[in-house]
C-alpha cells in the first residue's frame, strides 16, 4: 500500500522547489490572479498545518519554509512592484471569485 502522505509530502516540496528555482519569475500575485493562491497562501497552510499538530511556528518561520530564505531575502531578490495593470486583474478576480 502506498503512504499517500509521503507521495504529498513529495509533490509539496516539489511544488515549492518549481516555485523558488525554475519559476522565480511568477509573482505573487500573477498566482492569486490565476489560482486564487500564492506563496504567502501556501505560507498559512503550512502554519495552519503546524498549529494543528501541535508544532509552534509564526508567521515568518512558515514563509521562510516555503520561500526557502527568509521573505525580507526573497523581496529584495525577486519580487517587483505591482503594474496597473496586475492590480486591475487582481481587483477583477476578487470581485468575480468574492
Known amino acids: 500500500m502506498t503512504d499517500t502522505t509521503a507521495l504529498e509530502a513529495a509533490a509539496f516540496r516539489r ?21 486564487g493562491f500564492c506563496r504567502n497562501c ?11 499538530a501541535g508544532v509552534a511556528m509564526d508567521k515568518e518561520q512558515a514563509r521562510e519554509h516555503v520561500y526557502g530564505m527568509p521573505f525580507s531575502d526573497w523581496k529584495a531578490r ?5 503594474t496597473p495593470e496586475q492590480l486591475a486583474a487582481f481587483k477583477a478576480a476578487q470581485e468575480r471569485h468574492g
Open 42 to 52: 501556501l505560507a498559512d497552510w503550512y502554519r495552519e498545518a503546524a498549529d494543528a
Open 15 to 35: 511544488l515549492l522547489q518549481h516555485l523558488n528555482e525554475a519559476r522565480t519569475d511568477v509573482q505573487n500575485i500573477d498566482l492569486m490572479i490565476l489560482a
Open 78 to 82: 525577486h519580487q517587483r512592484e505591482a
